[in-house]
């Protein structure tokens, strides 16, 4: 067993170890040495309390400026109310029957102090905080951290940062540090000028200035990237060795004959990455692409032609997308661009052609069997789906499916993929479209195994979009002005979106009931596209044609409506997220989002890309009741002031986790980054990415490595340890 797989337990007490394995999921020496400080304090520097996030767990240095006990009015007890500032902020602190703590935590006193951040009256406040003062140099905590940074872990209600300082000061003095193996190849450390890992788990542990903290996380950070770009590579790697069949179109064939119906010339930057594309799908292994670009760039289009070549060559090709709305509007779009080249076998059909079945888990049973008939029977060249292609129950003509179109790849994790993959005899070709831009070191973390394509060219005819916040509250006459620029589209003969966070029927109201908003959180409910629709048809939209639509209507509910809404039958339809992605009506010129605050900036991104698809201009408005100089309204201002997807997509993954950025995409790979920045350390994941490249080129198994491969060993799931076996 490794040292890092040692329990706490023997090294730093039962206590101690029950406490972080029940609050900080902690077990084990490596856990532990790993759980690195988020940041760290010097005697003296305050923390900025602007930056504090509602419902989550800090620990602030700051100083208090006033301190009193408030009796409770008619019953027994009190409250005590500390009011702590970082000398431009204050921040309240509220112990409830503690008036007992009044003469320590006096004004003037510094500390640390520790809570969830919630609010009361607007203001807000940490109750019940765990805190330490430091002052004075007889305090515990201005004893420990004599002379050096103080570090600030993430921590929990039950063990503040000091507590868990604690125990990996004990953990550093115990821990006999010549068992410990080290990941990054001597060569590797030694041409990159980065510190032993004893040295680099030290100093971030124990830093006694800024250049030992810089120097420590400098060596972390390559562990980090390494030891992931090691984990693709060999994805990768195993994935060039197996066999697959070459997909070549036939000249005079089905994509030549679909080419030449095209109204329209494609963009240079459709060629281009066509050109990828067929490189790829002519090769004896399997592609392994990612197609991303921006919203309307033509993505569908690509892999269109991509399934086409495929269908050419004999085999079979399948869509998946995450939504049957999607799935849907893929189908009739495919359909409609391929005209009589999707009708093979019907009246007035192309002998050239082929068939696109659509195959989703709420078709009636009649058009089902049909479905899994011309698949099987190779009718259907194209399958387009939900998760319903994934079942055992469908089979491909001679096991050949030859292609296979993931659509929206962060809505699917890789047993999903693999599972339609499965479905053939030899490995399919793989293509993923992102539905928006993704930076490049993203792309090169999350998306690693695969090879990138980028589009970033908008087909001739796309119209601009202006994009406008409407601050509700603060300005109603907006709002109001809001629904009369949508009468006035609909009066130009041209319809509207209106897009709201919830449904609001009664599944949706008996879900509301059993979750309760987070701690602090003192916004009105969001609101629900049943109401709204009703309130906009009694008042603002009166005598317009105004539809619903959201995702738990039926199948074929769904699909009238959108044919309905596509052929200009509806004024305006009231949707949930269900539009997001794929839906393409070029009449429709405005969207209105209520509650724009509750969406994520990719997804108000992708909405948005909703209108503008025609020659008139698009209007986009992003409805608030956020005050003015709060992030949520920082985040759509910032929306409003482009429509470039690569620059937003960065600035959402600024404002969300890191470990959220690699979420259930990371397909089998923990969020294991805790010192690595996917969005700021591009240099060192590129250079990792290359090193990762040579070792594994030069020793597949790692058997040279040892100790890389028991690193690579911890980083993978143990319950989904086949992600790097599978095809």
């Not at 033509?298 to 070549?309: I, N, P, S």
């Not at 317009?544 to 995702?551: A, T």
């Amino acid at each position: 067993m490794s040292a890092l797989d040692e329990p706490l337990k023997k090294l730093v007490g039962g206590p101690s170890a029950k406490a972080l394995a029940d609050h900080l999921d902690l077990h084990t020496v490596g856990d532990l040495l790993h759980h690195y400080p988020r940041r760290y304090a010097e005697r003296g520097e305050l923390t900025s309390l602007d930056e504090l996030v509602l419902d989550e767990h800090v620990t602030v240095m700051a100083r208090i400026e006033e301190s009193r006990v408030i009796p409770f009015q008619g019953r027994k007890g009190d409250r005590l109310e500390v009011v702590v500032t970082d000398g431009r902020s204050r921040l309240r602190l509220t112990f409830f029957n503690q008036a007992r703590r009044v003469h320590e935590l006096r004004p003037g006193r510094q500390g640390l102090f520790a809570g969830k951040v919630g609010v009361f009256n607007r203001i807000r406040q940490l109750t019940n905080p765990e805190y330490q003062l430091m002052d004075e140099e007889d305090t515990d905590l201005a004893r420990q951290f004599a002379g050096r940074l103080i570090p600030v872990y993430p921590a929990a209600a039950k063990v503040p940062s000091w507590r868990i300082a604690k125990a990996v000061d004990a953990l550093l003095d115990t821990f006999v540090w010549d068992e410990l193996d080290d990941p990054l190849p001597e060569p590797l450390r030694r041409d990159r000028d980065l510190l032993p890992l004893r040295d680099a788990l030290q100093r971030i542990h124990r830093p006694a200035n800024q250049a030992e903290r810089a120097s420590a996380q400098a060596r972390l950070k390559w562990d980090e990237a390494f030891v992931l770009q090691v984990a693709l590579a060999r994805r990768r790697a195993a994935d060039s060795a197996r066999p697959a069949t070459p997909r070549v179109p036939r000249e005079g064939g089905l994509l030549d004959a679909f080419d030449a119906r095209l109204p329209f010339t494609l963009t240079d930057g459709q060629r281009a990455v066509s050109a990828e594309i067929f490189a790829d799908l002519a090769l004896e292994h399997p592609m392994h692409r990612l197609l991303q670009g921006e919203v309307g760039s033509g993505k569908t289009l690509v892999a269109l032609r991509a399934m086409l070549a495929v269908v050419d060559s004999g085999g079979q090709a399948a869509l998946l997308a995450p939504t049957e709305v999607l799935a849907q509007q893929h189908h009739r779009s495919i359909v409609e661009m391929m005209g009589d080249l999707a009708e093979r076998g019907q009246l007035g059909g192309s002998d050239l052609g082929t068939r696109v079945a659509l195959l989703t888990g709420s078709m009636g049973v009649a058009a089902r069997k049909r479905a899994l008939l011309d698949l099987v029977t190779g009718e259907a060249g194209i399958a387009i789906g939900t998760h319903a292609l994934i079942e055992d129950k469908v089979l491909f003509h001679d096991d050949d499916l030859g292609l296979v179109v993931v659509d929206e790849q962060h809505r699917f994790g890789v047993e999903q993929r693999d599972a339609l993959r499965a479905k053939a005899a030899r490995p399919p070709h793989l293509l993923v479209m992102t539905a928006t831009p993704i930076p490049r070191t993203v792309a090169m973390t999350v998306f690693g195994d695969l090879e990138t394509s980028v589009l970033d060219q908008l087909p001739a005819g796309r119209s601009p979009i202006a994009t406008h916040v409407v601050p509700a509250l603060e300005k109603p006459n907006f709002l109001a002005r809001a629904w009369e620029r949508v009468r006035e589209e609909v009066a130009s003969g041209h319809q509207a979106y209106v897009v709201c966070p919830r449904i609001g029927d009664e599944e949706d109201r008996k879900g509301a009931a059993k979750e309760k908003p987070p701690a602090g959180d003192d916004r009105r409910p969001p609101l629900a596209v049943l109401e709204t629709a009703e309130q906009l048809v009694r008042g603002p939209l009166s005598g317009l044609r105004v539809e619903v639509l959201h995702g738990r209507m039926p199948p074929d509910a769904k699909d009238d409506l959108m044919r309905r809404f596509t052929a200009g039958a509806v004024d305006v339809l009231v949707a949930t997220t269900v539009i997001e992605v794929g839906v393409n009506v070029p009449n429709a010129t405005a969207m209105v989002i209520m509650d724009a605050d509750r969406f994520g900036v990719s997804q108000l991104h992708q909405l948005r890309g909703r209108v503008g698809r025609g020659s008139a201009p698009g209007l986009c408005l992003l409805v608030s009741e956020m005050p003015e100089a709060g992030p949520a309204r920082r985040r759509l201002d910032a929306v409003a002031a482009t429509l470039d997807g690569f620059e937003l997509s960065r600035i959402d993954l600024e404002q969300r986790r890191e470990g959220d950025v690699l979420g259930q995409a990371q397909s089998g790979v923990r969020s294991s980054l805790r010192v690595l920045s996917v969005l700021d350390d591009e240099d060192v994941i590129a250079a990792a990415r290359e090193e990762a490249a040579r070792v594994v080129a030069a020793d597949p198994e790692l058997t040279e490595h040892p100790e890389l491969a028991a690193a690579l060993r911890s980083l993978v799931d143990e319950d989904r340890a086949e992600y790097l076996e599978k095809g």
